[in-house]
């Protein structure tokens, strides 16, 4: 692309943000203060929806780094309106195709030698075209002893280097006009969340990075016979082209053909749940771009005839998540929170993630999500989406102040695994309507309960797990029931009740002593069968000395 269409490009681009901007300015703060407030309230969800709608024109008219902007602001729940995030949700990196001439030019520059010379055959018909590459089908020679022929070669579109510097340069500047409006300013660090975007987009156009996630994918999940990922040839593999395993089957999204195939789809949704909850609590190492494109169901026939089998199939490695221990160990939290239902442990989990924004009202918060596990805990997809309207509005109305105020943030490094467990979160409940995801998050939490308590050795744990994912919750549960006196703001005046409930907080303290050292008391003597008597012992004095005040408390009353 020459210099004068670069700069066009560019002044494309900041015209196109000049527009939001000032029509934003004209309704959102001019005309509200004129007198037109309620016109501007009335109007503001269509033109809210009408600037997402000519983003999303613009992206797919100038591709390059656009779509790949519209996929990320489409993940910003925590800082955008419904309307934004809603409306581009389903932009796909989807764009006409490169001239094979040109990306057949490229490709041999890169490997150094005729295409006709490197493999057998190759497809001039894309098999995806993308805004950074496009995708061919080819077969290896016999002369390539890796294990498989059928391969894809991945190129890199021509000249997209100078486009992705262009566009991130014009995106940097109008991040510097937000950054002039306090709100935002307060809400998100713009230029710090674009050094972030460009950081990982740099990444998807450097092959070669993209070629070691696919190995360290591949090295995570070598020992689950359930979870394929494509290898890598790298002899002919570079840092603008990539040719791997041609490992294509049924997309994620053919409902019908993956019924056909005699394959439930509520496996497949939970097969998927569970393959990234090891991915984020465990490995630390997310694919984050989970499209219907880089997703498929494989089934694998049974070679004796017996009933076939399927795999989940993984593909395209250019966007990934590394989540740091010290992060993952607070997710692992944040989960275990929600596992056992305690809103006090959720909101501990949400600051040491840093999701907070200072000032935020941590009891309203608490509140909140103490009434989201009592009223909507357990129930699936297709009963979440039948939700009375009117019980929304009553929430709402009740946390009115909360809502308003939006004191959530999400970090930098956490950026795409939301947006990733955003889009699993639609393709699941499109695979099964009546996926129930805490079904997955309720066992998985005492898992990790279970794994980090026993070093291991979860399995003495099976049978009690559920009574000791209830145990743990209680106490919570108890507190909150009490707590709610003061959360209505009703003031006890009346001295028989003051007295009334002093008695009752004491009993549930001795309740919550009690279920404590019940819970010491059976996970000793879990380790002790299973020989970890180190363990086991120092679980039976912390029991013992939990009875022991539960006792000298008793007679102190």
Known sequence: MTSSRLRGRYLHILTFSAGVIARFILWDLVLRRVGFRRWAARTREARIRG???????????????????GQFLSSRLDVLPREVTDELANLQDEVP?????????????????????????????????????????ARLGNEHDVGFR?????????????????????????GRWLMRYRPIRTHADVPALLREFSAILH?????????????????NFADDPDVQVPRIVRSLSTRRVLTLEDVSAIKITDYAAITAAGIDRAEVADRLVAVYLKQIFEDGFVHADPHP??????????????PSTWMLTFVDFGMVARIPDTVRSSLRELLIAVGTRDATRVVKAYQLLDMLLPGADLAAIERAEAHVFDRYWGLSMSELRNIDPQEVREFAHQYRDLLLDMPFQVP???????????????????????????????????????????????GWLDEIGDALLAMLALPAQASRALARVDGTGVPVRDEQVGRALRTLNRSVDRLSASVIGAGLLIAGSVLVAARATTGGTVLFVLAGLTGLRLLLGGARR
């Open 293 to 306: 494109g880089n997703l498929f169901v494989t089934p694998v026939p049974d070679p004796d005839g017996g």
């Open 203 to 219: 990444e998807e156009i450097d092959y070669e990075h993209e070629a070691q996630n696919a190995e360290t994918f591949y090295e």
């Open 412 to 458: 930098q490094n956490l950026i795409y695994v939301v947006r990733t467990v955003a889009i699993l979160s639609g393709m699941c409940t499109g695979l099964d309507p009546d996926v129930n995801l805490w079904q997955q998050v309720g066992p998985y939490a005492r898992r990790l309960v279970q794994d980090e308590a026993t070093s291991g050795i979860g």
């Open 150 to 174: 059928d391969v894809v070669i991945k190129v890199q579109r021509p000249g997209i280097a100078a486009i992705v510097d262009t566009d991130l340069a014009a995106l940097s500047r109008v």
């Open 97 to 137: 195709a490169e001239d094979f001439a040109a990306i057949r030019s490229l490709a041999e520059a890169e490997l150094g030698a005729p295409l006709t010379a490197l493999f057998d055959d190759v497809d001039p018909t894309p098999m995806a075209a993308a805004s950074l590459g496009q995708v061919h089908r």
């Open 51 to 69: 600037e997402a709608a000519r983003f999303r024109v613009l992206a797919i008219r100038m591709g390059g780094v656009m779509i790949k902007v």
